[in-house]
């Protein structure tokens, strides 16, 4: 092949290149449009707990005063799939997950005072909405005064679901078959001193993700540490972090290792180099503390959502409210990296640009020589 014929060849792939910098895909693309905010009506729902379908491509929410959980779209359609009345009356439906393993909804049902002493785990048939099994979840007091308090649930590679209990700082583990058995008390969760006079001192253990590669990390309400638990045995080490994470809720975890952590005031965003030995905070995001954000889950395309549980009013004697929202949070330190990012493709495109010119100049005087 001559030198005239392969000079297009070699021009074509650079200008290829040079279009795939300049026009391809960024990074978290999706960071230019406005947050992704759905407002929706449910009647008393206060919804403490939010999970994400992604069969179905649709939010999961329980309801803190109704034996019902409903689904919400990306547009705020709501639809009630379950209504469970065979459960004790006025019992919360609190901690939720999706079990991809057996295709099943996991919801912690917690009897609050007044109410007698009630905690467990309900598993539904994710199409069917037929309840699964209902794991009523052990004390670990001989006399069973103390009230437990099952909060949020995680489920593991195999299927197998862990409850947090928030009074007792322990975990249970609740098979696929829905034996339940205390899994994780580990002395760590009691290290650290507690001020009885702060808000929400009784609440210890809370959120809880499975990372994926045979751990979960915990958060813990009261003293705002988080810690690391084996999977196989329940030991557990606290992770190492910069600072306190005070009154963490919920918690939840990306594809790319970032973790998201929520209050009822602030979302901290947290990665780690050495598998959650330690880890750093590299952002902090105030929220909409009088609408009292209780969890955060990971939803379609990445995106992270936190829900307003709007559950001060209750807390105030208030009652009767129906418009509740999920709203997507950004981080503005990520969206500076995006930023960052963009430049340095769009310089590699010029760069791209500027050795073709230079090819195709000395292409063309080496032609001229020949010819003349």
């Not at 210890?204 to 690391?228: A, C, D, P, R």
């Not at 999977?231 to 998201?260: E, F, H, N, S």
């Amino acid at each position: 092949m001559s030198p005239i014929q392969s000079q297009p060849s070699t021009s074509s792939f650079i200008i290829t290149i040079l279009i795939i910098f300049l026009l391809g895909p960024l990074p978290h693309q999706a960071q230019a449009r406005k947050p992704h905010v759905i407002h929706f009506r449910s009647p008393n729902l206060y919804p403490e707990g939010i999970t994400w379908d992604p069969s179905a491509k649709h939010f999961i929410l329980g309801s803190f005063w109704n034996r019902i959980l409903v689904s919400v779209s990306d547009s705020g359609t709501v639809e009630t799939i379950i209504s469970d009345h065979s459960l004790p009356e006025n019992v919360t439906f609190l901690g939720l997950a999706v079990d991809s393993v057996n295709d099943r909804l996991l919801a912690v049902v917690q009897a609050m005072e007044p109410l007698p002493h009630f905690q467990a785990l309900a598993a539904y048939d994710l199409r069917s909405h037929r309840r699964v099994f209902l794991s009523p979840l052990p004390s670990d007091t001989d006399d069973g005064t103390r009230r437990e308090i099952a909060n949020d649930v995680a489920v593991d590679s195999k299927g197998n679901a862990y409850v947090t209990n928030s009074a007792g700082n322990f975990i249970w583990k609740v098979n696929d078959r829905g034996e339940a058995s205390i899994f994780s008390k580990s002395a760590i969760f009691n290290f650290h001193p507690v001020d009885k006079d702060s808000p929400f001192s009784f609440c210890g253990l809370n959120g809880i993700v499975y990372v994926g590669e045979g751990y979960f990390l915990v958060v813990q309400s009261n003293t705002g540490k988080m810690y690391k638990v084996d999977a196989d045995d329940g030991t557990a080490q606290q992770v190492v972090l910069p600072q306190d994470l005070p009154l963490a809720d919920g918690i939840a975890m990306r594809k790319d290792g970032v973790v998201v952590v929520v209050s009822q005031h602030k979302m901290w965003l947290l990665k780690s180099e050495d598998t959650w030995g330690e880890a750093v905070v590299f952002d902090e995001i105030d929220l909409d503390r009088e609408a009292f954000p209780t969890t955060v889950v990971i939803g379609a395309e990445e995106r992270i959502y936190v829900v307003y549980s709007q559950l001060l009013d209750t807390m105030r004697g208030n009652v009767g409210r129906d418009k509740f929202r999920i709203e997507e949070v950004r981080s503005e330190k990520e969206s500076g990296l995006d930023h960052f990012w963009m430049f340095v493709l769009i310089g590699l495109g010029l760069a791209c640009f500027l050795f073709w010119r230079f090819q195709r100049r000395r292409f063309v005087n080496n032609f001229d020589k020949k010819t003349t």
